[in-house]
């Protein structure tokens, strides 16, 4: 008895199953985004992340088993040479899941399938803000002073003047 095999079937058989999920995963591919039923986004993410994963390794081998998947050799190239190098880094989750609520006709769960943006742009962004605001910061915190007095450099120079003029009030009171 197998145990732990599962597959959602569909109510179709093993073809128009298999077709069903391999124009999918081609339409997620080619367009980069697909709105679908939440069932089907769940059983297509594993395909898309093989494929990925065969875009990655780029070897013959690879590249005849993605062509033996996906029936379109355009986007085995697609796959090969801009989603391959995309995600250097990423070993699987290449695809984000967001629910869209029901359909109107059969109130079927819908999910928005989309390919994660790249990693290295959001970095390069991330590390480009971070350094524009970091000296700023280390500024304060090296003075000791709060952001407040730091804008209000007029403050800074009454703080003197007030010592001085506490110093006379308590040089009068010991002279009286």
Do not use: C
Not at 85 to 110: E, I, K, M, N, Q
Request: hydrophobic share 35%; proline share 5%; glycine share 6%.
């Amino acid at each position: 008895m197998p145990h732990q095999v599962h597959q959602r079937k569909f109510g179709r058989k093993t073809g128009h199953r298999r077709s069903m999920l391999r124009n999918l995963s081609l339409s997620v591919l080619r367009y980069e985004r697909v709105k679908t039923t939440e069932a089907k986004a769940k059983e297509v993410r594993v395909f898309v992340d093989q494929m990925i994963n065969l875009g990655k390794d780029g070897s013959l081998a690879a590249r005849r088993r993605a062509l033996a998947w996906l029936p379109e050799p355009v986007i085995v190239d697609k796959v090969f040479t801009d989603l391959a190098t995309r995600y250097p880094d990423r070993r699987s989750g290449y695809l984000r899941s967001v629910r869209l609520g029901h359909r109107v006709g059969d109130s079927a769960p819908l999910m928005l399938l989309e390919l994660v943006p790249a990693e290295a742009k959001d970095k390069e962004k991330a590390d480009e803000s971070a350094a524009a605001e970091k000296p700023r910061r280390r500024l304060s915190l090296r003075r000791g002073g709060t952001k407040s007095e730091e804008r209000k450099p007029a403050a800074k120079a009454e703080k003197p003047a007030a010592k001085k003029r506490a110093a006379k009030k308590t040089a009068k009171g010991a002279a009286t």
